[in-house]
């Protein structure tokens, strides 16, 4: 990990690691539909199923005794970041399609540049995005203070980073959306089902708790969750705020690791 560290702050690997980022904030702005969808949907989902809830729904241990839809306003924003970050690794696989990552390949790039830059390109893409409809929290009597927004926005982009690196390690090894898409369907919306974001851990049914306690994504939304509520009783359903950054970092750093890792690996093949 330190000889990892030291290899990111050379600006050999910040340069072309740059220029891979902005090739993704630039291919996605010039994408109007996908900017309109990736908003639009965590939105509706938002509504329809915090509004439909809501009066079946009571959260009584919460922050402030807040109603339903308020508790899945963070669920919301993990929502944005799963989705953007991870459909924004969809462009690896495009990238292959269309012979652009080959030639990165075979340029004197080292790996890990590649992989920060795409990296941080989605994540900077899932965080821009979930800041914006973090600016919604004041209408649904969600107040924030500054402490509270700059802890909110911190955990936002570590989670981002590490399910960002998460969609790189998937998509590198696939060689069609189609293959992506189902492996979403299967893997990454459980993920999400199962982090809290629905319904608090110590409702759930016993299995389903310890699939939502080794769930890392679980930890990420609790952050934000506490970070929105900065300095209001929270109760004992959610993981503390110390344990919920240290498994994010870890998280993170994880699977920037394994990124790099399969990017290594994977050289040889994506070369024939």
């Known amino acids: 990990m330190t000889m990892q560290m030291q290899l990111i702050s050379r600006p050999a690997v910040w340069l072309p690691a740059v220029s891979l980022c902005r090739r993704e904030l630039v291919r996605f702005v010039r994408q109007p539909n996908r900017v309109i969808g990736a908003l639009a949907t965590p939105l509706v989902f938002w509504l329809l199923i915090g509004g439909g809830m ?141 982090s809290g974001a629905l319904f608090p851990m110590d409702r759930a049914w016993g299995v389903l708790r310890w699939v939502m306690m080794l769930n890392p994504v679980t930890y990420g939304l609790s952050a934000i969750r506490r970070a929105l509520y900065w300095g209001q009783p929270m109760g004992n359903h959610l993981p503390g705020m110390g344990l919920s950054v240290i498994v994010s970092v870890i998280f993170a750093l994880g699977m920037f690791m394994a990124a790099s890792a399969i990017a290594g690996g994977r050289v040889s093949a994506d070369l024939q």
């Not at 963070?74 to 924004?88: E, Y």
């Not at 790996?111 to 004041?138: D, E, N, S, Y």
């Open 54 to 194: 809501g009066s079946s729904f009571q959260i009584k241990e919460m922050a402030g005794g807040q109603n339903y839809i308020q508790y899945f306003f963070p669920g919301t924003i993990v929502m944005i970041l799963l989705f953007t970050a991870i459909f924004s690794t969809i462009s690896i696989i495009e990238d292959r399609r269309e012979g652009f990552l080959q030639s990165v390949l075979v340029a004197p790039v080292s790996r890990m540049a590649i992989v920060l830059g795409k990296v941080l390109g989605g994540t900077l893409l899932a965080f821009a995005q979930g800041a914006i409809f973090l600016a919604l929290a004041p209408t649904v009597g969600i107040h924030l203070g500054i402490t509270s927004v700059f802890l909110t926005l911190a955990m936002m982009f570590l989670l981002a980073f590490a399910l960002t690196g998460l969609g790189f390690c998937i998509a590198w090894r696939m060689s069609s959306t189609q293959g992506f898409h189902a492996i979403m369907n299967l893997f990454l919306l459980p993920l999400w089902f199962l």
